[in-house]
């Protein structure tokens, strides 16, 4: 008979921290005494002598349990094996083994996504996996939601045991729900460092900043709470009794049928999520534009169900936002499936924020602060006698993806936030940027868990590896030229493949109006911008824009420099100009915003036919030139870069802009002419061999907030050819 209640994480296959005191703890029988064996044995199976100390019983101790049954041992700190330990507890006549336990490293994934998709909707990369690889790596991963079968979000968290156990590669059932970025971080660090890692897979999707921090952490900072409250962010238990505990459905229940309220009669009763709040009182409809609020299902007897409208009425009525998801609540996730790890000790922590974090960039920093208290609580170690011992973080920022269209600078400002906060924590700090992982390609996740691993190699074993992604962290001002330098660029920064130009870089002189600039690489550490026609630059950017597209600069190590922007200045940002440069013919984009990202053509022909092409050694600048072989409709051909996509947020604002300027060149010496929408006149293409620039002045008081343009080239014959580059706009 076996009398111990153990935690879920205490179970077999589990993996824990290297290098710190472990403790281990349960219940029993009270008043009773508790003895603890920790016997290791080599996991080759190879014999081994009496008489050698490192095997057999390594430690035998014993305690006595309290009143309530509860007991704790705190084990040594014990160095990363690959050999197997056993944890065996005896209490009289009971006694309960936990073997296959491992020492190694062991990391926790919160926060929301990429860190959430399983394993079971992605798609691997064709990359053969090593068998001695696969037996290093486990997985702890709780339902998704933190809750169990029928049961709901509480105030205080779940008081029932955990059934979670760890998951090793042989259950390839349970394996499938692991996280695809999980897996691959882990099995990454363990080819890398050769013993065993263990992964807390606890992310979910929607779960915000807040859902992981402890209420306590929360009331004790008063500042703190008065802007959660300004921002209807604040749960208080009152607030959480009347709008989601089952006693608002028997209240209703009282007030309809005449009877006092009998919160026990809705025990079955559960307040579920609706996609959708109802504000005029007809039926919901799932949207996944709009978060979703708390409603009720229908319950046994005779309690009936609350509606959205009800439910959304009582929010207003007790001052609380009511589009919040479920998951995104203050406090949801820490208490349903953070307090149940207490006293883990962890390598490292990843965590992604959330869209709905975007939000709160304002407070961002002081919420990390917060965030890493509450998780200092839950895991250890306590106390930090190696700085070595001292876990680390690494955020995600939140991708393009995931931005909000209607307010797209709040998801830039939040990755400023998370770059600022790196600067600052008094702790092993890493930044992934994930603007470059736009496709929707299944092995997106683990290419996100490659890069972590990598990330966490630099930070705790490889000086040589990247701790980050690149960050500018110096600007230098020579003449018109500005100079910047980039920490993590490993061996060398370098352009994505297929890249012979280094893109995403804006420059602005003292009017604060960026323009597309000039770049070049230094030596793979240092990057010189420019442009000809600001002699005394005032600021940078780099990928500076709601969806970067042509944001590819990297380290070798296949990690995209962070954007970002030289100060906080007022000013007028460039916006996408990708197709200026007439050297690329797709981009990255959206057609809609409901449609997934995907390649796109950047030019398109409006009238007539035509067949477009790059040209690389026909050029005034950049690595090519549109080579247009055309035939005319009614003695005309219009052809213009495709701005409707919902990625370039167009209009695009050019109002400093006055004149726009394109350099041509003629090979069939027939004379034609250029004209553009919304500019007057129209310009001569002459008969000749060489490049001519071509300028237009543009028809309004200002210049445009641009949302189409065309290029007309009137053409007498039935077709002909014309090579077009380096498309500027003047003021």
Known sequence: MNDFRLPAWLSEGMVFQQRVPVKLYGASTP????????????????????????????????????????????????????????????????????????????????????????????????????????????????????????ARYSFSGDTKADETRWVHVRDSAQLTRISSAAFSMAYRLADQIHYPVGMMDLALDGSSVLSWMSREIIEEDKELLASLKEKRLFFS?????????????????????????????????????????????????????????????????????????????????????????????????????????????????????????????????????KLLISLAAVFGPGEVEDRQTVPSLIFLQISPENLDPEHPERYLELNEALVSIRRKLPMPVGIMGQHDLLLPQKTKSFTVGQRLAGIALGIHFTPKMPSSSPECIGVEIVANKVMMTFDNTVDGLWLAESESVLRGFSICGEDRVYVPANARILHGIRVMVWHDDIPEPAGVTYGYSPVPHSATFRNRADLPVLPFRFDREKSIFAPDLTFASCDQLEMIGKVSWDKPYEVLPVFETIKGTCTIEKELMNKTQGSASLHLKYSTENSLYVFGPVLDYASLFAPMDLRAFKRIAVDVFNPDLSEKKLSMNGYSGEAAIQAVLRWQTLILEYEGEEGPMLSRLEFRIFDTNKGGELYVDNIRFLS
């Open 237 to 369: 238990e009152a607030d959480w009794a009347f709008v989601f505990s089952r006693d608002v459905i028997a209240e209703k229940n009282s007030r309809e049928n005449g009877t006092p309220p009998n919160p026990g009669e809705a025990s079955e009763g559960k307040i579920s999520i609706d996609e959708k709040s109802s504000t005029s009182g007809t039926e919901n409809k799932p949207s996944k534009e709009e978060p979703p609020i708390a409603t009720t299902q229908p319950v046994a007897g005779n309690v009936k169900t609350i509606s959205a409208l009800e439910i959304g009425e009582a929010l207003i009525r007790n001052d609380v936002r009511e589009d919040l998801k479920p998951e995104s609540l203050m406090t949801v996730m820490y208490n349903h499936k953070l307090v149940t790890l207490k006293d883990v000790s962890i390598r490292g922590i990843v965590f992604a924020p959330d869209r709905f974090d975007s939000e709160l960039a304002d407070i961002y920093p002081k919420l990390v602060r």
């Open 31 to 150: 008043h009773n005494t508790v003895t603890l064996e920790v016997v290791k044995d080599p996991t080759d199976g190879r014999r081994v002598s009496k008489l050698d100390t490192d095997y057999g019983v390594v430690l035998s101790l014993e305690t006595q349990t309290d009143a309530e049954g509860n007991f704790r041992f705190e084990l040594p700190a014990y160095k990363a094996s690959t050999d197997a330990y056993t944890f065996v507890f005896t209490s009289g006549l009971n006694s309960v083994a936990i073997k296959d336990v491992r020492c190694g490293d062991v990391w926790i994934m919160i926060g929301s996504r990429p860190l959430h998709v399983p394993i079971s909707q992605t798609a691997a990369p064709r990359t053969p996996l090593k068998k001695n690889t696969l037996r290093l790596i486990r997985f702890f991963s709780p339902e998704r939601t933190g809750l169990k079968e029928g």
